[in-house]
DNA sequence: TTGACATGCAACCAAATGGTTGCATATTAA
DNA sequence: TTAATATGCAACCATTTGGTTGCATGTCAA
């Protein structure tokens, strides 16, 4: 589980539309997450794999349907990871950035 | 600041890369941060105008160079209004996951 | 002032991306 | 069994992306 395919996973906002439908109902099979996107059912297909690939959603089939499951740990690891990497430094960096304007505009 | 385009400038490793390397050593001059990555430098200006686009970096004309500060603040904002919005359902997902899981290798 | 250095701009290119259409397969229900 | 339904696969296409090269501009230092 790559945190690069996360990234990537993450860039596209249709598929981040696809996480939020899948938070606000999990489970959803392909047919009912395509009813609210404005595309068709195969580029909806394909947002999934990618969020699968991230293994950020994982799939079961259920007789002729697919339930789509949404998996917060990828997103957990981001979180603490490489995130909070930033967090420790970030007091430090907006100091730096408030010494840069102040001596931008005196 | 949309927070599109900070997902969009995240995706990229090269771009997490210059991050990291802002958070190692804040205020860089553009040639100093191409001493650490393999390609060209006009190839390092476009990356790090796209972390400008998104807000990530801000730079300051300082003589003929140009330095180059991390803005830790689009970070943040992600981790809490987007991440934290799958945090709080973060448990809940587990469960689904774990109940898929259960009927799906009994 | 002149040469070296730091950066900017633009054209170009290959590959990846996000979407489509068309058809195939598998499962359910009448 | 057959028709409708749910999904899968593959070819194709336009645009975006990530990189290059070549040259221009601006600034410092001898």
Known sequence: MSMDAVFRALADPTRRQLLDSLCARNGQTLNALCEHMDMTRQ????H?????????????????????????????????RW????????LKALSDLKQRLEREEP
Do not use: D, Q, S, W
């Open 43 to 46: 580029a909806v297909t394909k």
């Open 48 to 80: 999934l794999a990618i969020l699968e690939e991230a293994n950020l959603v994982t799939t079961m089939r259920r007789g002729r349907e697919k339930e789509h499951y949404l998996n917060p740990v990828p997103i957990n690891e981001i979180a603490e």
């Open 83 to 90: 995130i909070g990497k930033f967090e420790r430094h970030r």
